[in-house]
């Protein structure tokens, strides 16, 4: 697809963009909301506008144009996930910015957004694209952050930091990249002891990208009578420091290379290995009686999703198999025999997942003379129904896995999920993968009571 780079200067908005390219989207160009002149940083729940005297340069040194607005509106009904539009709210200030991308460049038809674990963020850019018929690419999503932050740093993106405000960060750190060693190990240390989000979730720090492989006309360089790092000039809190900038940054020329496509740190995030590494698959003592089959196992398919849980230090993996994971065996594709939920973990708030739900599963019309976005109407519509006899509702769901059997008709499919899911829908990841003849899709779903 063709898309705009919905960029703030940080390593995950940055990052996202390299997935983007990975796999084979065309970045039109690149877009910012920016603090009024004069502003170091804004109060804003939606976007982080410290750096955004960095935000040109990288533009340039991308070589793509910027669509920039100002921000304007204010954050309102912070309270709740759940977004309906507001005049005067901040978020509005996006659907200016993204109606503006359109104008400029009509052949947009998505928006790469780097979210990790916000839903307050997520469910405002999805509200504002869906209005604006835009698709929303957000790869880094719910991954495991010290995964992310070690991907980031093997893809060597030089992100620097250019403000703290957490326990154990101090002025000393601003101005480090995350490739400094001591750096990424010290956040590594910061989040096996007190759970600090490794890639700044919680607001402990934020960065901006001083260079990366997309960079292809330069980096970002600013010398040390270029930048100070001062106290945030609002007097926040005695331990929040950010990098004041003196002068802009100087853009220096890169040596000629060819342009990368993809990225060879990216290469694990589309192998069935890396699938088959992040899920372990369920003993069969745990399934439903009356199933017959590995119900609720994954089937086999291209991959999807959140990263693989592994060892904080620094240049390590854990090999495939280990911590109980699967080793790669096919996984059983064909349909339940019935609907069936399975609970898991023992938390006080109970977790479920269904079994893989299909129109086999509910004896639905299945053939080519149904529509995908008929099947998918149906399944959803039978789904609802199965799930209320269980006590609980669609409405619960909190994560969704959604299988084509041919991403073509994922428009089709995507119009008739969104009026199902209308309200906070969940996370969701879409994959293409081989299904039994007559299925277009299939969804298993993780629902929460």
Not at 169 to 174: A, N, Q, R, T, Y
Not at 323 to 338: C, F, V
Request: one cysteine or more; hydrophobic letters at 40%.
């Amino acid at each position: 697809m063709r898309i705009v780079g919905l960029v703030s200067g940080g390593k995950d908005s940055i990052w996202n963009l390299h997935y983007c390219q990975h796999f084979g989207h065309e970045i039109l160009c690149l877009a910012n909301l920016a603090p009024p002149q004069g502003t170091t940083e804004l109060d804003s729940y939606m976007y982080q506008t410290v750096g955004a005297e960095l935000i040109d340069p990288i533009a340039e040194a991308m070589g793509l144009p910027l669509v920039r607005c100002t921000i304007a509106g204010a954050p309102k009904g912070t309270s709740s996930s759940a977004y309906l539009p507001q005049e005067g709210d901040e978020v509005e200030d996006l659907t200016l910015l993204l109606q503006d991308v359109l104008n400029s460049f009509p052949g947009v038809e998505a928006v790469s957004c780097g979210a990790i674990l916000s839903d307050y963020q997520r469910l405002r850019v999805e509200n504002v694209c869906s209005r604006l018929g835009l698709k929303v690419l957000a790869f880094l999503w719910r991954q495991e952050q010290p995964h992310l932050l070690r991907q980031m740093i093997r893809g060597q993106l030089d992100a620097r930091i250019v403000k703290v405000a957490c326990m154990g960060l101090d002025k000393s750190h601003v101005g480090k990249s995350i490739l400094d060693p001591s750096f990424a190990e010290h956040m590594f240390k910061l989040g096996r002891k007190w759970g600090v989000h490794v890639c700044g979730e919680g607001g402990e720090y934020e960065s901006t990208v001083f260079d990366a492989p997309m960079y292809h006309k330069g980096t970002l360089q600013l010398t040390l009578s270029d930048w100070e790092a001062g106290a945030h000039p609002s007097g926040e809190g005695d331990d929040v420091f950010m990098m004041m900038v003196k002068q802009p940054p100087q853009l220096n020329a890169k040596a000629a290379t060819p342009c990368e496509q993809t990225f060879e740190v990216l290469t694990q995030y589309t192998s069935l290995r890396y699938y088959h590494r992040t899920f372990k698959q369920i003993p069969s003592s745990h399934l439903a009686a009356d199933s017959g089959l590995d119900s609720f196992c994954w089937t086999a398919a291209l991959a999807s999703t959140v990263a693989v849980p592994i060892d904080d230090r620094v240049g390590e993996e854990t090999s495939p198999g280990s911590r109980g994971y699967g080793t790669g065996s096919e996984l059983p594709s064909q349909s339940a025999a019935a609907p069936a939920l399975q609970r898991i973990g023992s938390f006080e708030q109970p977790l479920y997942f269904t079994s893989s739900l299909d129109a086999a599963t509910f004896q639905l019309a299945l053939g080519s003379e149904v529509s995908a976005s008929q099947q998918c109407d149906e399944l959803l519509s039978a789904i609802e129904g199965w799930l209320r006899s269980q006590g609980l509702t669609i409405r619960h769901a909190v994560s969704a896995e959604v299988q084509v059997a041919d991403l073509s008709c994922f428009d089709a499919v995507n119009t008739v999920y969104g009026r199902h899911f209308s309200e906070d829908p969940p996370t969701r990841i879409c994959i293409q993968t081989p299904l039994p003849a007559g299925l277009h899709l299939r969804i298993r779903l993780l629902l929460g009571d």
